[in-house]
């Protein structure tokens, strides 16, 4: 059936989908992503899937092997997915097709993505409701840059399980030293992006071999076959499992009840459930299920399911709130941060207006931050300052209004987004993180704020608050800057205060280790510490190695328009002859695990506020320097730089 939909519905559909209805049956049902340059053969490994696993209906197979020998041409296994008189014209697949075909004890959806550049969007749209991936590799053609970029392009997405296949290897007389040359590059590059194989298969789709059996072609080959691998592979969490959300599309008024209607996305719900109705946090017990025709409802009703409840309470309940179990509730938030692929002409910038819809709330926003922009025709991300059409970015979305979500790992119904412009959808991607800078708050608890106002605080302290964050080697030379600066603000009548990443380590952060999860929750609580005393108009001064690049850009999202990055450039080999605290050479001797400055664990930043080379400067120039970087950017006052100039 040629169904053809609207600009805003196609768009729609791409970021929206529909929640799948639950399997007869208890078998696991896993949804698969296959990707790879456009003639390295997938449409030939779907069509030999289908037939292989008996998926086909009664004499299709015979049906299209007869108009192929009508239309005088030889069959191909990809006949079986050209629905399209059009497709079969051009010789290419163009959209997007969802197969399903069952394994030993999986029921597989195969989403099959064109390769083509121009229809990547396919491909991530698809992808994002994967939960693992094919990547197809012709053997002869080996691993091409387009297959890099779908490599890279699933990492983005975040898909884990990622089966490799090697196809057409007849055409390289099923060599053994080939499969191996492709398939250690190709897991080079997966472990590369923190991706790693579940299996990289060499097969010939046209002929069968390796997609069910091991033929005696490949009889050096000791793996699964493409079947057991996607029956190895682990389905997603179902929806029933996962907490309760219910967004709300309505409320009614019948008779004597007032009845919030809506769609279970996840999880279930029953009368005498306590709930909360996220943003507001108002706490409820629902009264009764109501169902059409036959009302109320007994037992539990569960994902999927459209009911209304009734509360045994009067809340003011509004189209957009989301019903969670108390306890389990999605976050509300003012920020967002989100993964979105761009579909506007006018790229999108860092301050633009849009209109978000996230299930049935809409609202206005603001575009506060975009990193990790990445144009899908290259092979890395840039810190590019806007997404252009057909363009991947990440972006920091700050709302006019409180709102609920969960991050898409770990609730894919409310965790997608889609952005408007003008009225027209343009955009719309996953939901990373709901905690970019206003986290959802317990509505047990009251925030209360300064009686100052930051005025007041500037007038007397000559300058506004600012986080400011020296990052580089262990003896760069961060904590004597640290220390100057503190001592020359203080002289002026300003208010430093000196946040020494060790110093800190030894009490607040006692109870953290070195791993990359305690590191980056000792960044958090510096930067959330950091961030208070300057909104309260103090000058947070950090000292601290912080060396991952997205720990510091977690601290940047949290301090805001606060944070200024000061990088402390001073080569390693002049950090390690210092040495103040004897950690080189301990490190050096085995005794100090972990320790950044050995190796090559430590990120630079790619556009920090200013950047210093201690070995070869003094203090009091380098001090000069930072000073002149915080009046250029606003920290300090007029008063406060006049003041220095005449010391």
């Known amino acids: ?239 029933a499992a996962l907490p309760l959300r219910l967004p709300v599309q309505a409320i009614y008024k019948f008779d004597d009840r007032r009845i919030v209607a809506g769609r279970i996305e996840s999880g279930h719900l029953a009368s005498g459930d306590e709930i909360v109705i996220m943003p507001a946090g108002k706490i409820a017990k629902i009264k009764s299920v109501e169902s059409w025709p036959v009302r109320p409802v007994k037992g539990k009703q569960g994902a999927g399911r459209s009911v209304g ?14 019903i969670a179990h108390v306890g389990k509730s999605p976050r509300d938030t003012r920020r967002l941060r989100a993964r979105i692929f761009w579909l506007h002409d006018k790229p999108l910038s860092k301050g633009d207006q849009i209109l978000v819809r996230l299930g049935t709330r809409e609202a206005r926003a603001v575009v506060v931050a975009i990193e990790k922009a990445v144009d899908p025709g290259e092979l890395s ?97 961060k904590s004597t800057l640290a220390l100057a600066l503190e001592r020359r603000l203080f002289s002026r009548g300003g ?31 510096l930067a959330e510490v950091a961030t208070h005393l300057a909104k309260n108009g103090h000058i947070a001064i950090v000292a601290a190695v912080s060396p991952a690049r997205e720990d510091r850009a977690a601290a940047r999202r949290v301090a805001d328009e606060l944070f200024r990055e000061i990088y402390v450039a001073t080569p390693a080999e002049v950090c390690e002859s210092r040495d103040p605290k004897g950690h080189y050479a301990k490190a050096r001797a085995g005794a100090l695990a972990g320790f950044t400055g050995i190796g090559n664990d430590y990120e630079a930043p790619a556009h920090a506020e200013l950047t210093l080379n201690t070995s070869n400067r003094s203090v009091s120039d380098t001090t000069d320097e930072i000073e002149q970087m915080l009046a250029e950017t606003g920290v300090l006052l007029r008063e406060l730089v006049d003041l220095a100039a005449n010391i």
Do not use: C
């Open 1 to 239: 059936m040629n169904i053809q939909l609207s600009h805003r519905e196609a768009a729609a559909a791409d970021f929206i989908a529909p929640v799948a209805p639950a399997p007869s049956t208890a078998r696991a049902q896993v949804r698969i992503v296959i990707v790879g340059h456009v003639d390295h053969g997938k449409s030939t490994l779907v069509g030999r899937l289908l037939h292989e696993t008996g998926s086909l209906p009664d004499g299709k197979l015979e049906m299209l092997k007869a108009v192929s020998e009508r239309r005088g041409m030889p069959f191909e296994w990809s006949f079986l997915l050209d629905a399209l008189q059009t497709e079969r014209d051009q010789g290419i697949t163009i959209d997007t097709t969802q197969i399903r075909f069952r394994t030993g004890s999986r029921d597989i959806v195969l989403i099959d993505a064109p390769g083509h550049a121009e229809f990547l969007r396919n491909m991530i749209t698809g992808a994002s409701q994967a939960d693992g991936a094919v990547l197809i590799i012709d053997a002869l053609e080996g691993v091409r840059d387009q297959t890099r970029r779908h490599g890279y392009l699933l990492h983005l997405l975040g898909i884990k399980q990622v089966a490799v296949v090697v196809n057409k290897m007849d055409r390289v007389d099923f060599s053994p030293a080939r499969f191996k040359e492709i398939s250690d590059e190709i897991s080079a590059h997966l472990t590369g992006l923190g991706v790693t194989p579940s299996a990289v298969i060499p097969i010939s789709a046209r002929d069968g071999d390796g997609v069910a059996l091991r033929t005696p072609r490949i009889g050096w080959y000791n793996g699964p076959t493409v079947v057991e691998a996607l029956d190895a592979l682990e389905p997603a969490r179902p929806l």
């Open 309 to 322: 409840i009734t509360l045994d309470r009067e809340l003011f309940v509004e189209r957009g709130d989301i």
């Open 495 to 525: 208010s430093p205060i000196l946040l020494d990443g060790d110093t800190l380590r030894a009490g607040l952060n006692g109870d953290l280790g070195f791993s990359p999860k305690d590191r980056s929750e000792n960044i958090r609580r």
């Open 381 to 477: 991300s840039s810190e590019n300052t806007a997404i252009a059409r057909n363009h991947v970015g990440e972006i920091d979305i700050s709302l006019a209004q409180p709102i609920a979500a969960d991050a898409y790992a770990d609730n894919p119904r409310t965790g997608r987004l889609v952005i408007e412009v003008s009225g027209r959808i343009a955009g719309g991607g996953l939901v990373l993180s709901v905690d970019a800078g206003q986290r959802a708050i317990p509505v047990d608890i009251v925030p209360v704020e300064s009686a100052l106002r930051p005025d007041e605080r500037s007038a007397r302290y000559r300058h506004n608050g600012a986080v400011i964050w020296l990052t580089g080697l262990p003896g760069a030379g």
